[in-house]
Every structure is written in structure tokens, then in C-alpha cells.
């Protein structure tokens, strides 16, 4: 009998990372599901998956989870980089330890669970890597700063690791959803802030949080998880898959206009859109 393909999600414990690792099991994957929620992780348990705590940028405790598979199940069979987080912020007043935590999540760990599980996809002549990326890595807009700069690395990540070990049978996927509806996400909108009145960003900081509210709530304009999941199963199944897929109309639609408009006009639409 032919063994259960393995799979290794992180952020498995939310949003994105939660849907793809519930369908890879119900399509018979035996999943590693990794986060850093312990209530979350023992829900997956309790579904049968092999859940693990994990903060992906602990190096010494991947290595660790990896070998684990290896010895156990001979290697993984398809990587989900899931993990990751925004930091809307203006950038004059991101502190660059933040920013370092922030690259360190979501491209320094990306390239490091890539690495680790590489060795075995390469012996064996298969294996899908696929990375959770965002249409924010296509372009970029005011109080998001931090946030597309990880993700144009992980954009550049994921198209030139591809390139690399393609001749080895291992196919590389970049998931760029359009805005997503998850639980932190909507946790954003419940709670008001304030800012002291000698912020000189503080009138900005309310355009940005009533626009991106009123954004998130407009119907069709963000996907649900499960939809960025599905997504993630057809590049997992397919033969072939595309090395980029753009989730969401509202998505591909900004793509496109960013390719279509000069440097000059996308500023104007960025800058006109936080005036509220």
C-alpha cells in the first residue's frame, strides 16, 4: 500500500493555514499542522491532525520538526508557508526591531522551512513547496509599508526558489490572495483607537482604519479563507502548476491597474483613496 502523502503547514492554527490544513487531510495527507495557539492546536488534534507548536523563527525547532517527518514518514511531500503577519503602520514610526521580526516571520522562516524540507523533495524527484504571499507583494499603498516589503520578498523568494529546483522534480507556488476575512482581520475593526494629539500621523492613522474597514466589509471585495484554501489544493494537485496564483477578483483587478498606470497615477489613486 502506498503511504499517506505528508503535509507541513504553518500558521495551521488560523485563517488560511487552518482551512488548507483541514482539506489536505480530508483528502487523506497526513498533515503537520504548526502554530503557537496551544486551544487551536488541540482542536486539530482532536481532528486527527499532527498538530505541533512551533514559532517558525526558532531555527534550532524546525530543523527539530523536520527531522521528525523525515524519520518517520521519509520526508514531506508538500510545504505550506503559512505563517506570517501585517504591521499597518506609517513607516517613520515602525521601529526597525519590528520590522526585523516581521522579515524574520515572514521571509527569513519561509526560506529556512524551504531548506529543510528541500533535501528529501530533491532525493525523491518531488515535492510542492507552496507560500501564502498577497496581492500586496504587486504593489504597494500608504500606511502598509512594512507589510508589502515582506511580501515583495516573498514574492522574490518563491519565483527565484522555483526557478532553482524545478530540474529536481520540486515544484515551487506563490498564493497571492486579494484582503482575506479572518478572525484577525475582524478583530481589527472592533476596536477604536485613539492617538495622542501630537501625532502627526494620528489624522491619517483614522482615514486608514475607516477606509481599510470599509474595504474589508464591502461585499466582494475580500475572500474567505477556505477560497484561499481551495486554491492552494488545486496548485498542491495539479500536474503542472502555475509558479503565481492571484486569489480574489478585487485582486486581480488591482494587479492589473497597478501594471496598467504610470508610477505617478497609482500614487494619485493610493493617496486620493486615504482621504476617506
Same mark, same amino acid.
Given at each position: ?116 524540507? &528541500?533535501?528529501?523533495?530533491? %532525493?525523491?524527484?518531488?515535492? !510542492?513547496? @507552496?507560500? +501564502?504571499?498577497? =496581492? #500586496?507583494? *504587486? ?21 527565484? &526558489?522555483?526557478?532553482?529546483? %524545478?530540474?529536481?522534480?520540486? !515544484?515551487? @507556488?506563490? +498564493?497571492?490572495? =486579494? #484582503?482575506? *476575512? ?31 474597514? !470599509? ?62
Amino acid at each position: 500500500m502506498k503511504p499517506k502523502p505528508v503535509a507541513l503547514i504553518t500558521g495551521a492554527t488560523s485563517g488560511i493555514g487552518e482551512a488548507t490544513a483541514h482539506r489536505l487531510h480530508d483528502r487523506g495527507y497526513t498533515v503537520f499542522a504548526a502554530g503557537r495557539n496551544p486551544a487551536a492546536l488541540d482542536a486539530l488534534r482532536c481532528k486527527g491532525l499532527a498538530a505541533r507548536e512551533l514559532d517558525v523563527t526558532d531555527q534550532a525547532a524546525v530543523d527539530r520538526l523536520v527531522e521528525e517527518i523525515d524519520a518517520e514518514h521519509g520526508g514531506v511531500d508538500v510545504l505550506v508557508n503559512s505563517a506570517g503577519y501585517p504591521l499597518p503602520r506609517p513607516l517613520e514610526q515602525v521601529e526597525l526591531s519590528e520590522l526585523r521580526q516581521l522579515f524574520e516571520t515572514n521571509v527569513v522562516a519561509t526560506l529556512h522551512l524551504s531548506q529543510a524540507v &528541500l533535501p528529501t523533495m530533491r %532525493a525523491r524527484g518531488h515535492g !510542492r513547496i @507552496v507560500t +501564502i504571499g498577497s =496581492t #500586496g507583494g *504587486r504593489f504597494t499603498s500608504p500606511g502598509a509599508g512594512a507589510y508589502h516589503v515582506v511580501k515583495y520578498g516573498v514574492e522574490a523568494l518563491s519565483l527565484s &526558489l522555483g526557478a532553482e529546483v %524545478a530540474p529536481f522534480g520540486v !515544484r515551487v @507556488v506563490l +498564493i497571492d490572495p =486579494t #484582503g482575506v *476575512r479572518t478572525r484577525f482581520v475582524s478583530s481589527q475593526f472592533e476596536t477604536e483607537h485613539s492617538y495622542p494629539e501630537d501625532d502627526p500621523y494620528g489624522d491619517f492613522k483614522i482615514r486608514y482604519s475607516e477606509t481599510t474597514r !470599509r474595504l474589508a466589509t464591502a461585499k466582494g471585495l475580500t475572500v474567505s479563507a477556505d477560497t484561499v484554501a481551495r486554491v492552494v489544493m488545486r496548485a498542491v494537485q495539479a500536474k503542472n502548476p502555475r509558479p503565481r496564483y492571484v486569489v480574489g477578483a478585487s485582486g486581480k483587478a488591482s494587479v492589473l491597474a497597478r501594471t496598467l498606470l504610470s508610477d505617478r497615477m497609482w500614487d494619485r489613486v493610493m493617496r486620493h483613496g486615504m482621504r476617506g
